[in-house]
C-alpha cells in the first residue's frame, strides 16, 4: 500500500479540477488519508508544545543566552561549569536523596493504601475519593498548611508533640539540614500517595479472584497470596506509577520551594529550584537550562529501564 | 446617476473608508481620534499597605489629568522576580515596572531599560538632591530610579532590657551580650542567616563592621577571604550559637517580626514594619494587657570596631524601553517624584519607604514618633549590597544565591571550619563573576 500525502492529493485534485470540498470528502474517504488528518492536531500540539520548548532549552544549555536574549553557542561550557559548583553538586546528590527516598515511601505506603481501601466495604466512594485530596489541591497551598504546621517557631507539630509530652524542645524541622530534607521528602510523599494508592487499587480489583481462591486452597496465607500472587500481577501497574512519579519527583518545585527555598545551607535545593534560582532570578537563561536538562539523561535511564521491565513481565 | 446600483457618493464614502482602513493597517496605529492612552505600572505591595493606596491615588489622579487610561497591578515582591523576566523575554508587558530588591536589575536589564538620565536630573533639585548618586548610576546612566528603601534599624524590647539590667544597645558586642542574657530568659536575639533578603542585609552589615567585605572597589577582584571576614564569622557563630536559636537558619524575611511582635525576640534587625503591625492591630505582651507597640524601642543599625553600615533593599522603578508609552511613563515619574507627592506618599507609609532624596530624609514623618528619630541615621549609613564595589548583574547572583548567609550558616553550625566556609564563598563567588564577565 502506497502512503499519498495530502499536498499531493490536492495537487491532483486542482489538475482534475475537482471542488476543494470534494477532494477533501474524498481524501477522508481514504482510511490512510483520514487517519493522517487525525493524527495531524495531537501532531502539532506536540510539535509546538513539547518539542519546540524543548529543542529551545536544549539550545539555551549550550549557549550563554541570559533573560531577553538568545545567546551565542558555548558548547558544553554551562555544564563544566555546574559540575565545577559546590552548589550543583549538593543539588545533585539531594534530588538523588529525595527521590529515592519520596518514591520508596509512595511505594511502600501507597501499596499498604491501595490494599486497605481495597478492603472497605463502607462508605468506599467517599473514603476513596477524600484519599485523592492531597493530589488535588494546589501544591502550593497545600504546601503553605505543611509549612505553617513546620514553621521554626509556632510549629503546630511542635506544639501537639510537646502537650503530648512525646518531646521537651522545639524539633527544628526546617532549619536543621536533615530534618529538613526528611520534611520535603514526608510532604511529597503526603502529596504523591493518592496516585499509588488509587492506582494501585485499579490494578487489584483486576486481578481475579480466582487467583486467590486458588492460592488459598494450596495453602497460602495473607502474606503469601500478596507475594506470590498481587506482587507479581500488579507488576506492571507498579511500574508504570514508579515511573510517572519518579518522573514528577525528580522535577518538583513547589514543595520545596515553599517550605525551604533550596536552604539551609542549600542542602534541599532540587534541580528544578536551583534553576529557577540561577535561570530566572540571576537571568543566566543558559546555566539554567542546563540544570534541567541534567534530569534529561537521568530520566531516560529511568524511563528505559523501567519500560524494559514492563514489557519483560507484560510477555512472561 | 448611478451604475449597477452605485451611486457616485456611495462609491466616494466606500473608496475613502477603504483607503482609510489600508492606512490604518499600514502604520499599524489607531487613527488619533480613536486612541485610547494607556499607561500600566507593576509595582509590589508594601508592608505598609497605605503606601500602596497612595499610589494608586496619584496614578489615578495623573491619568485624569492627562486622560490616560491607568493601571496599577500590585504584586507580592517574591513574584515580581518572574514577571520581570517574562515579560523582558516577551518584550511586553507594562510600561513601568518596579525593579529590585537592589540595583542589580539596571545591570542585568541593561538592554531593556529606557534612559532616565533626563527625569533623574529634573527631579533631583526639586527634591534636595539624590543621597549617594554615584551608588545608583549603572555603567554610567540613569536606568532606573532609586525608589524608596526600608532603612534597617534594630527594635528592641525596652521591659526586657530593663529586666536584665542593660539600656539601649549600640555595637554589636552590646547585642551579643543582651542576646546571650535574652536567651537565657528565654527571650533571644533574632536575624535570619537562611535563605532570605533579610540574612543577606544583616550578615552584610556584621561583615562591613568588621572591616570586611565581598568584592572590591574595582567590582571584580573576590575580598571576602580576609582576616576581617574571620573575625566577622566569629562573632556571628557566637551570636548564633549564644544569643539565637537554631530557628533563624529557616527564617523567611517575615519571621522576625512575628518573632517580636509574638513577645519572643528581645531585638531584631528590620525596618519598622514590624513595629507599625503591632501597633495597627494592638498585639499585646504575651502574659499581659500591655501593647507590645508600647515596649518597642528602634535604635541605630549596630557599629562594629570598624564601621557603622548597613544595607536594605533598594526599591527602584523603571521604564521598558519596548514600551510604545516611554513619554509617558516618563511624565508619570515627574508627576510622582514632585516634593508635594513624594510627601504624601512618604507620610502614608508611616516612614517605612525613605526615597533616596535628601530632602525626604528630613521628612516631618520622622519626627512625629519617636520610635522613628533613627531612621534618617540608619539611612545615612546605608550602602548598596555590593558596597564598595559597584552594582552588577554579579553581585546581585550573590544575593540571590545566598552565598553570603550560607557561608556563615556553615560555620556557625560546625558543618565547616571558617576556612572552609570562605573558601567555599570564594569559589562560588569567583564562578558568578567570572562567569559574567565572559559575556562581556
Known amino acids: 500500500m502506497r502512503l499519498e500525502t495530502l499536498n499531493e492529493g490536492a495537487a491532483k485534485t486542482a489538475v482534475r479540477g475537482e471542488t476543494p470540498t470534494r477532494w477533501l470528502s474524498r481524501a477522508l474517504a481514504s482510511d490512510t488519508s483520514a487517519a493522517y488528518a487525525f493524527v495531524a492536531p495531537a501532531f502539532f500540539l506536540l510539535l509546538f508544545l513539547v518539542a519546540y520548548p524543548f529543542v529551545l532549552s536544549l539550545w539555551f544549555s549550550l ?37 529515592a527516598a519520596a518514591l520508596g515511601l509512595k511505594t511502600v505506603l501507597g501499596m499498604a493504601l491501595a490494599l486497605l481501601l481495597f478492603r472497605v466495604a463502607r462508605f468506599k466512594r467517599l473514603i476513596r475519593g477524600a484519599v485523592l485530596l492531597p493530589f488535588i489541591v494546589p501544591t502550593a497551598l497545600s504546601t503553605l498548611v505543611w509549612w505553617w504546621m513546620f514553621e521554626p517557631m509556632y510549629s503546630v507539630v511542635n506544639w501537639t508533640l510537646k502537650g503530648l509530652h512525646i518531646v521537651n524542645h522545639d524539633i527544628p524541622w526546617l532549619p536543621d539540614p536533615y530534618l529538613a530534607m526528611c520534611t ?20 487489584l480489583v483486576s486481578i481475579p479472584r480466582e487467583l486467590y481462591e486458588a492460592a488459598e486452597s494450596d495453602g497460602a496465607g495473607p502474606v503469601g497470596r500478596f507475594w506470590h500472587v498481587t506482587l507479581p500481577l500488579l507488576q506492571p501497574v507498579l511500574a508504570v506509577v514508579i515511573l510517572f512519579s519518579a518522573i514528577f519527583t525528580l522535577a518538583d518545585f513547589n514543595i520545596v520551594y515553599v517550605l525551604t527555598k533550596g536552604g539551609p545551607m542549600n542542602m534541599t535545593h532540587l534541580f528544578a529550584t536551583y534553576s529557577f534560582a540561577l535561570g530566572l532570578q540571576s537571568g543566566q537563561v543558559g546555566q539554567g537550562a542546563a540544570v534541567s536538562l541534567f534530569l534529561f539523561p537521568i530520566l531516560l535511564a529511568v524511563v528505559f529501564v523501567q519500560l524494559r521491565l514492563v514489557r519483560q513481565s507484560t510477555t512472561l | 446617476m448611478t451604475s449597477r446600483g452605485v451611486s457616485r457618493r456611495q462609491f466616494l464614502r466606500t473608496s475613502a473608508g477603504a483607503a482609510g482602513v489600508a492606512g490604518i493597517l499600514a502604520s499599524g496605529r489607531a487613527p488619533a481620534t480613536a486612541q485610547t492612552r494607556e499607561l500600566s505600572f507593576l509595582t509590589v505591595a508594601s508592608f505598609v499597605p497605605d503606601t500602596d493606596k497612595e499610589l494608586k491615588r496619584q496614578f489615578d489622579e495623573w491619568g485624569a489629568k492627562n486622560k490616560v487610561k491607568v493601571r496599577l497591578d500590585i504584586i507580592a515582591h517574591l513574584q515580581l522576580v518572574t514577571k520581570k523576566a517574562s515579560e523582558v523575554q516577551a518584550r511586553s508587558g507594562h510600561d513601568l515596572t518596579a525593579l529590585g530588591p537592589g540595583l542589580g536589575d539596571a545591570d542585568l536589564y541593561y538592554d531593556y531599560l529606557a534612559d532616565l538620565n533626563d527625569v533623574a536630573t529634573d527631579v533631583a533639585p526639586k527634591n534636595g538632591g539624590w543621597l549617594n548618586e554615584h551608588d545608583y548610576l549603572i555603567r554610567g546612566k540613569w536606568k532606573l530610579l532609586p525608589w524608596w528603601m526600608p532603612p534597617f534599624p534594630m527594635a528592641v524590647r525596652t521591659d526586657l532590657l530593663e529586666k536584665i539590667g542593660e539600656k539601649n544597645p549600640d555595637t554589636w558586642e552590646d547585642w551579643l ?101 503591632a501597633k495597627k492591630d494592638k498585639v499585646v505582651v504575651p502574659g499581659s494587657q500591655r501593647e507590645i507597640a508600647e515596649v518597642i524601642d528602634h535604635v541605630n543599625t549596630p557599629r562594629g570596631p570598624v564601621d557603622r553600615k548597613t544595607t536594605t533593599g533598594y526599591w527602584c522603578v523603571g521604564v521598558w524601553n519596548f514600551s510604545k508609552n516611554v513619554d509617558l511613563a516618563k511624565d508619570f515619574l515627574r508627576y510622582h517624584f514632585q516634593p508635594e507627592n513624594l510627601n504624601k506618599w512618604v507620610e502614608a507609609g508611616h516612614g517605612f519607604n525613605m526615597p533616596f532624596l535628601a530632602n525626604l530624609t528630613k521628612h516631618p514623618v520622622y519626627k512625629s514618633d519617636k520610635q522613628y528619630r533613627h531612621i534618617p541615621d540608619v539611612a545615612k549609613v546605608t550602602v548598596p549590597p555590593s558596597w564598595p564595589g559597584p552594582t552588577t548583574a554579579a553581585s546581585q547572583q550573590v544575593l540571590d544565591l545566598y552565598i553570603i548567609p550560607d557561608m556563615f550558616a556553615q560555620y556557625s553550625t560546625g558543618k565547616m571550619t571558617a576556612d572552609q566556609a570562605i573558601a567555599w564563598a570564594e569559589k562560588e563567588m569567583q564562578e558568578i563573576y567570572a562567569g559574567r564577565r565572559r559575556k562581556v
Request: aromatic share 10%.
Open chain 1, 63 to 99: 549557549s550563554d543566552a541570559r533573560v531577553g536574549e538568545t545567546g551565542s553557542f558555548v558548547g558544553l561550557d554551562n555544564f563544566r561549569r555546574l559540575l565545577g559548583s559546590s552548589i550543583f553538586i549538593q543539588t545533585l546528590q539531594n534530588s538523588m536523596v529525595f527521590t
Open chain 1, 184 to 203: 520535603v521528602v514526608l510532604v511529597n510523599t503526603w502529596r504523591g500517595l493518592p496516585f499509588f494508592a488509587i492506582t494501585l487499587l485499579a490494578g
Open chain 2, 177 to 277: 551580650r543582651i542576646g546571650k542574657k535574652g536567651k537565657a530568659i528565654g527571650h533571644p536575639f533574632g536575624t535570619a542567616m537562611g535563605h532570605s533578603a533579610d540574612a543577606n542585609v544583616t550578615l552584610l552589615s556584621i561583615m562591613w563592621s568588621y572591616g570586611a567585605s565581598y568584592v572590591g572597589k574595582d567590582g571584580k577582584t573576590i575580598t571576602i577571604n580576609s582576616k576581617e571576614t574571620r573575625t566577622a564569622m566569629d562573632f556571628v557563630k557566637r551570636l548564633y550559637t549564644e544569643a539565637m536559636d537554631p530557628e533563624v537558619l529557616a527564617w523567611d524575611d517575615a519571621s522576625n517580626n512575628r518573632c517580636l511582635n509574638a513577645g519572643k525576640c528581645i531585638g531584631i534587625h528590620n525596618p519598622i514594619s514590624a513595629y507599625e503591625s
